[in-house]
């Protein structure tokens, strides 16, 4: 099969799809790959190092469009790169689409096949390929959410650790899975104060008795987010609810009840941000001041540390890519559920449910497409 790289183009994302080592296990495998002239040079990898892993160079995405019978990407695929999709091709990337209905609708028109990263599932549950993003994210949240308090980004001039005789900050997260945890975990090694909410009390007890007495965990509601709120000095969203639209637990009157210069820090804003007023912002442009409070809502946060997380993404995504390319995506799919949950859009039909949902679309039905 021929796999291309095309370069990220979205605003400051220097990850790549394939590192060289994917790059060569793909050539083992006796597959072309093609991939686009400095693709991986933000995350310093060189294109002497993918010409030594047996990849073929070439120059301009349009060429890894057009040629490239599998695209593994990073990002979600931008209205141009959208256009050069076709029927036939398939797309495997994050993609995010609940709260994008453009994006949705544009890739349906592309006719192309789109599995996306995030709702591919595990034999234990859980989604492997969101996983080193999310611990990626949710340990960069306490790093951006103690510097966005300095007074110079507006903050209230607040230390996460406080100091001998000075109290640390209240941090907040909203969701205690992979990347709640993740930032619970960097944000109690700062010193901070920490409370973890959710609304599973199996979650609650895993923290509990990861973390002892040093967490606070606190069983979702909206009184009990209210009280937090209010009382937060740095607030990070971090909930989900697999393929769906992320909930809207903070409301613009709890965000009024925010003391003047804390902060927010939504994770969850991929998926459309889990307060009222968040709204998606770019590495170039992070934050934004709305009723006070500073807001950190960078979509592609893990993009900041793109060597790291380049590398921690293709050491999952790297079997579900030989799988595609060895098998073609049917007998992939066929083969395994958890790849099967990836397809998303498939020759203008969104198999994904709570996509469809979101949108107020029909969902197809995997099965009875693979059966043919
Ligand atoms: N901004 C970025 O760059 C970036 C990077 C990686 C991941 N993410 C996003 O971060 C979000 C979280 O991902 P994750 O891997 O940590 O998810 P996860 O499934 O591991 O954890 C989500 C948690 O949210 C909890 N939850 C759901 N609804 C809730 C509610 N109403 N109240 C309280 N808790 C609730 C769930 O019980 C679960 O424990 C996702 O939207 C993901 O796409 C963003």
Not at 65 to 76: D, H, P, R, S, T
Not at 342 to 355: I, S, W
Request: some cysteine; aromatic content about 4%; overall charge neutral.
């Amino acid at each position: 099969m021929r796999v291309g790289v095309p370069k990220e183009t979205k605003d400051n994302e220097y990850r790549v799809g394939l590192v060289p080592s994917s790059v060569a296990e793909l050539v083992h495998h006796g597959h072309t790959v093609l991939v686009e002239q400095g693709a991986g040079v933000g995350a310093g990898l060189i294109d002497e190092d993918y010409r030594a892993a047996g990849a073929t160079l070439v120059e301009g995405q349009d060429r890894v469009f057009a040629q490239a019978e599998l695209i593994v990407k990073v990002k979600e695929p931008l209205a141009t790169e959208r256009r050069k999709l076709r029927a036939g091709q398939v797309l495997f990337t994050y993609l995010h689409l609940a709260p994008d209905l453009t994006q949705t609708t544009d890739l349906m028109a592309s006719g192309a096949t789109c599995i996306a990263y995030e709702t591919v599932t595990a034999p234990g549950g859980g989604l492997p390929l969101l996983t080193p993003m999310s611990e990626v994210a949710g340990r960069l949240a306490p790093q951006v959410g103690a510097s966005s308090l300095e007074k110079a980004q507006g903050g209230r001039g607040v230390l996460l650790g406080g100091v001998p005789g000075v109290p640390p900050a209240q941090v907040i997260i909203l969701g205690g899975g992979v990347s709640g945890t993740n930032a619970a975990t960097i944000a109690l090694g700062m010193g901070a104060t920490v409370t973890v909410v959710d609304r599973s009390a199996e979650v609650l007890r895993r923290l509990a008795a990861q973390f002892g007495s040093g967490l606070g965990t606190v069983f979702s509601t909206r009184d009990a987010i209210a009280h937090l709120v209010r009382r937060a000095d740095l607030l990070i969203g971090a909930v989900l609810v697999p393929g769906a639209a992320a909930p809207k637990l903070v409301t613009r009157a709890m965000v009024k009840t925010m003391k003047p210069g804390s902060v927010i820090v939504d994770i969850a804003i991929d998926q459309g941000g889990c307060t009222e007023t968040s709204r998606p912002t770019t590495h170039s442009d992070p934050r934004y001041v709305e009723e006070g409070v500073i807001h950190y809502c960078v979509t592609n946060m893990p993009g900041s540390v793109a060597r790291t997380s380049t590398f921690a993404l293709n050491n999952v995504t790297l079997p579900f890519i030989l799988m595609l390319a060895d098998k073609g995506w049917k007998q992939a799919l066929r083969d395994d559920p958890h790849l099967r949950a990836g397809l998303n859009v498939h020759a203008g039909e969104v198999f994904c449910r709570p996509v469809a949902e979101a949108h107020q679309l029909p969902a197809a039905s995997v099965e009875e497409l693979l059966k043919g």
